[in-house]
């Protein structure tokens, strides 16, 4: 196939829309190839609170992290437009000494928290980006068009098929087939959206003995997670896994018992020991940059990963 100048990413979701974004901005002609639209990816599942959360390598997440701390702080000006808020809550199992060392003080307002704030167990208090979804990916999408970028809802399934001499696989879990990479594999998440019935702070428990459980307030809702379960690619919600859920967060909040459900998501993270970010040329005489992996630290890290994988995609 003849080469169509520019750049094909494929994927979607929140990094490959993040990219497309980075590159187009920085003057490329970019075209996202999705099988999917952004509000039926895994994405759009997410909780979406900036921590870093399965991800590796660590050295490099945290740099990607504070990188997209930094944007993320840019946007929360303006929440309405772009879906990002700057929240209060409690992080379980974790101690500040803990978090400075890899945050380098960039969290304002970090500190122990409380008994009556957590319960038992260590934990600490910050004010951190929470993402809603619902908005962030359509701006993310919108931001991309007005640089003169495009979207098309395409099934890809060789890289081969893109008709540009630089492309970027940001497909997630789909990279699996594309790029032949056994090594990724699903991680299953379920949440459970209720009405909110009065909690404004997120709160996320990370007791040893049990399963997580977090509380993330988004504007008309609440969401409540969640599950991490290795290797199961079912899409469909297990009801007793949302009882359970909601019996957890109970636990950490009583209010939410009784609260009305409102929808059931489920999402399968794109896992694996490393994220793969990498260039390669093909046969052909293409640059091929590989960008996924990010397991559920996709949004905690979308900014800084793009910077990276946009000079990857830069000419050589």
Do not use: K
């Amino acid at each position: 196939m003849r080469a169509n100048g520019g750049v094909v990413v494929v994927g979607g979701g929140v990094i490959g829309l993040t990219t497309a974004v980075v590159l187009a901005e920085r003057g490329r002609r970019v075209r996202v190839w999705t099988r999917d639209p952004a509000e039926r990816t895994t994405s759009a599942v997410a909780g979406a609170l900036w921590w870093p959360y399965h991800i590796e390598p660590m050295a490099s997440a945290r740099r990607w992290a504070l990188r997209s701390l930094e944007v993320y702080e840019e946007l929360a000006q303006r929440p309405g437009e772009t879906g990002v808020r700057l929240v209060e809550g409690v992080m379980g199992g974790t101690e500040p000494a803990d978090v400075e060392s890899w945050t380098a003080g960039r969290l304002t307002g970090l500190r122990r928290a409380t008994a009556r704030e957590c319960g038992t167990g260590t934990a600490v208090r910050a004010r951190l980006p929470l993402i809603d979804m619902a908005v962030h990916l359509p701006w993310l999408r919108e931001r991309l068009l007005r640089a003169g970028g495009t979207v098309e809802e395409r099934t890809v399934t060789d890289l081969a098929e893109a008709d540009a001499p630089v492309v970027v696989n940001c497909a997630g879990l789909g990279a699996r087939e594309l790029a032949g990479d056994t090594s990724l594999r699903p991680q299953r998440g379920q949440l459970v959206v209720v009405e909110n019935p009065g909690i404004h702070t997120w709160l996320v428990s990370a007791a040893p003995d049990s399963a997580p459980a977090y509380l993330f307030p988004q504007p008309g809702r609440l969401v409540l997670g969640g599950t991490a379960e290795d290797d199961v690619w079912s899409l469909e919600p297990d009801p007793a896994v949302a009882e359970e859920i909601v019996r957890r967060c109970a636990a950490l909040r009583p209010e939410v018992a009784g609260a009305r459900v409102l929808e059931h998501r489920v999402g399968l993270r794109p896992v694996r020991d490393a994220v793969r970010l990498e260039r390669e040329a093909t046969p052909e005489g293409r640059v091929l940059v590989h960008h996924y992996g990010h397991g559920g630290g996709g949004v905690t890290v979308a900014w800084g990963c793009a910077e990276e994988a946009a000079a990857l995609a830069a000419p050589s």
